[in-house]
């Protein structure tokens, strides 16, 4: 079996308008909701063998926050930015290629990629997965390649409002 985490970054701070897009680091509220939910996702899930993530601030620093949770190195979060620039068809790429010896992968990034992904590989219609939203789907298969073309199961969907 092979499992996927889609993790939106957590919530982002627009007030310096000197920062770009790309440099935009979490706010407040961000630096809270991502070690709460990277603690709730802990309590479902054992074991991931591999972050990806985009290198946007605000994503990387979702990632590596999720990392420390799960006793990952930060040097060990797998900087990719095509999910940054490329969207939704690179990071489907990105999964087809990965190692058969990995069995649960996050990756982090941005919408509206993240909930396209979702639905798309769930089958189920995610319309907006909120900042530091999880969605955690199975597939039925020892092959990555083949997840793309094969349906999976959603195990969960969470986000912070969800436990205010």
């Known amino acids: 079996m092979k499992t996927l985490v889609f993790i939106r970054h957590a919530k982002s701070s627009w007030d310096n308008p000197d920062f770009s897009d790309f440099e935009r680091p979490l706010n407040e509220r961000g630096l809270l909701n991502a070690p709460f939910m990277a ?5 479902l899930i054992t074991r991931v063998d591999m972050i990806i993530s985009s290198p946007a601030k605000r994503a990387i620093t979702t990632a ?8 990952i190195k930060h040097e060990q979060i797998i900087q ?3 999910i940054y ?9 990105v999964i087809d290629k990965l190692n058969n010896s990995l069995d649960c992968v ?16 769930s089958g189920e ?38 436990h205010v």
């Open 80 to 82: 990719d930015k095509g």
């Open 39 to 43: 603690e709730k996702l802990t309590q």
């Open 125 to 162: 219609y995610i319309q907006n997965i909120p900042t530091c939203g999880i969605v955690c789907i199975d597939f039925r298969t020892h092959n990555w390649n083949e997840v793309a073309s094969s349906s999976g199961k959603l195990r969960f969907y969470d986000y912070p409002k969800n």
């Open 85 to 93: 620039d490329n969207g939704f068809k690179h990071i489907v790429k």
């Open 64 to 71: 590596k926050i999720f990392a420390d949770k799960f006793n």
């Open 106 to 121: 996050f990756i982090v990034g941005h919408n509206p990629d993240i909930s396209t992904l979702a639905t798309y590989f």
